[in-house]
């Protein structure tokens, strides 16, 4: 009988596979992102380590020793004190101690301060809190504090913002209004990011971190590469995280364009440049998990992705690792064997700059 | 122009989401004696492959299709009156589509796009909503039974999606299931979940549905 290797699905579910199943996932998840991306395939030496790492039978695997990477968090003030409706773990704390625990006891190499509703729209009308919390968590951390929210520009439909939902809209074949309403939305999302930055730059935060651009599609996109090349003008030396939402930019709009290339349907290593010519100094791709997948297909995907985004990128690419993305499966609380498999891939494979 | 030339036309406005051109161009085919169910299979239809196939691919996004079924629904305003003369008044065309979506989940552009585009590949149309319950579904199968019928659900949600199975039983213990072709369609619907239900089919998306549909109804 043929040994059988302790394997996830893209849900968590625990599988059980022999070598020659793992490495036809391997190869079929690596196909499907040279398909879809017009990307080069994994070589053989490649695939063959992705094997090794997906097969070695410790629980949790590390980087080999010189190959660490900058660990960069996202949400960490509030994954301390939040429930696990946010993925916080419920241990009552100010933002500021789940900031100095991430500096101090878990070793992150830059922090953020995020607010709990965790997007830029939510946070204007509380921007003196935001402010004092920056100015207080700076004087008491030498960490590098950024300020992070995502742009979320489905706020700014209706019932939640001013402008007519455009998914109402085009339902009812109201093509022309649905763009021109994720057109003004866009325009306020840029207007706003750029306000609530000003306010922390004035606070002492180092820089911004974009979590999830495009998440509502490529309007969403377009508003935060204008934020990043206005913000860039304003502070020449902000530090200024892109990551993304997912692996592919949805084509709300359709027709949206930066510098000009079409934002709907740009791949990881395809988005890598327009973060740079906005003025980014680091890209975080995003690779999505198929929860009805292997580990070892989705690692084979979301690796080949990442290591076309690394060598099209001219910036240092801080993959997105965690609950349904970079080839993690999709859990609340991912488990460490498939968290330190993937991690180990994307660096050692994929060549990211960090995570 | 030739009639190559017209029907590449027609397949060109659907492309370029051209929907006043589509209708005049549609006008201009048939006052050059072009025949209503050549314009549809020779010059439409082929330009919604054509969309379909692209959007498929990326290269084209929800809007630009829908823009595209909305020019072919604009032609085939002008071609249904005409379809029916040249088809006589109780030709079925090629079958009846009850719509709907599953009751529990109200995510309806899907299930509106999927609507359009049957329609506009020569489908009548019974459009119950969001939020059907099996039974009602079972009262309008049952009321047209006899008929070349298509049952097209939709359902946004894995929990809404568990439904479709209870629908498949309703129809099998009320002996209507052999009057009935069954598509399924939404995010969570697989090909295996389309299997397991014992359903007909499913598709990627709103053009391959529309194919889809029409192979079935073959």
Redesign the interface.
């Known amino acids: 009988m043929a040994t059988e290797y302790k394997l996830r699905m893209g849900d968590g579910k625990r599988v059980f596979m022999t070598k020659e199943q793992i490495i036809a996932d391997l190869k079929e998840g690596m196909a499907d992102a040279a398909d879809?991306g017009s990307i080069p395939d994994l070589s053989e030496d490649e695939l063959d380590k992705l094997v090794e790492i997906l097969t070695m039978p410790s629980r949790m695997v590390g980087v080999e020793i010189g190959k660490e990477v900058p660990v960069t968090h996202d949400i960490g003030t509030i994954r301390i004190d939040g429930d696990q409706g946010n993925s916080g773990v419920g241990i009552p704390s100010s933002r500021l101690v789940g900031v100095m625990m991430h500096e101090r006891a878990f070793g992150a190499d830059t922090m953020e301060l995020g607010h709990i509703d965790y997007s830029f729209k939510p946070a204007k009308p509380v921007i003196a809190q935001e402010m004092q919390t920056m100015e207080v968590c700076q004087q008491n951390t030498i960490v590098p504090l950024l300020y992070g929210a995502m742009p979320n520009m489905g706020l700014y439909y209706t019932p939640d913002g001013p402008f007519e939902n455009p998914?109402d809209l085009?339902?009812a074949?109201k093509?022309d209004e649905?763009?021109e309403s994720m057109e003004h939305s866009a325009k306020h999302l840029t207007r706003d990011i750029i306000w609530i930055m000003q306010r922390m730059m004035a606070s002492g935060s180092d820089g911004v971190n974009f979590d999830t651009i495009g998440a509502a599609g490529d309007g969403d996109m377009y508003a935060s590469l204008h934020a990043i090349e206005a913000l860039r003008k304003q502070f020449p030396d902000i530090y200024i995280e892109a990551g993304m939402a997912g692996e592919?930019m949805?084509?709300?709009?359709?027709?949206l364009e930066y510098d000009g290339t079409t934002l709907?349907?740009l791949w990881p290593h395809e988005q890598a440049a327009l973060a740079a010519k906005a003025g980014a100094n680091v890209f975080g791709p995003v690779v999505n998990t198929n929860t009805?997948k292997s580990a070892a297909w989705n690692l084979g995907r979301a690796v080949t992705f990442i290591k076309a985004a690394v060598k099209a990128s001219t910036i240092p690419c801080h993959v997105n690792m965690g609950m349904g993305v970079g080839g993690i499966p999709m859990l609340e609380t991912p488990t460490i064997d498939a968290v330190s498999r993937a991690s180990k891939a994307m660096v050692e494979i994929a060549g990211v700059d960090g995570i | 122009m030739s009639n190559q030339e017209m029907l590449d036309k027609l397949r060109d406005t659907i492309v370029t989401q051209n929907i006043n051109g589509c209708a005049a161009a549609t006008q201009e085919a048939l006052d050059a004696g072009m025949t209503a169910v050549e314009i549809i299979n020779d010059g439409l239809s082929p330009g919604m492959k054509i969309i379909g196939d692209k959007f498929e691919a990326a290269e084209v996004y929800l809007p630009q299709i829908m823009m595209s079924a909305k020019a072919m629904n604009a032609a085939m305003e002008i071609l249904v009156p005409i379809l029916a003369e040249e088809k006589g008044a109780d030709d079925e065309g090629v079958g009846l589509a009850i719509t709907y979506v599953q009751e529990g989940d109200i995510h309806d552009i899907g299930h509106r796009l999927v609507t359009t585009m049957l329609e506009a590949n020569g489908f009548k149309i019974v459009d119950m909503g969001v939020d059907v319950p099996n039974d009602k579904i079972s009262e309008e199968v049952a009321k047209n039974k006899g008929k070349k019928l298509l049952l097209v659900g939709s359902a946004l949600m894995t929990t809404s999606m568990l439904g479709q199975k209870d629908t498949v039983s309703m129809l099998v213990e009320e002996g209507l299931r052999d009057s009935v072709k069954i598509m399924f369609g939404g995010a969570p619907v697989s090909d295996a979940w389309i299997a397991e239900i014992g359903a007909d089919a499913t598709a990627e998306n709103a053009a391959d549905a529309a194919r889809v549909a029409l192979n079935l109804m073959q």
């Open positions: 879809l998914g085009m339902k074949f093509i649905a763009r592919l949805l084509g709300m709009h359709g027709e709907a349907g009805s």
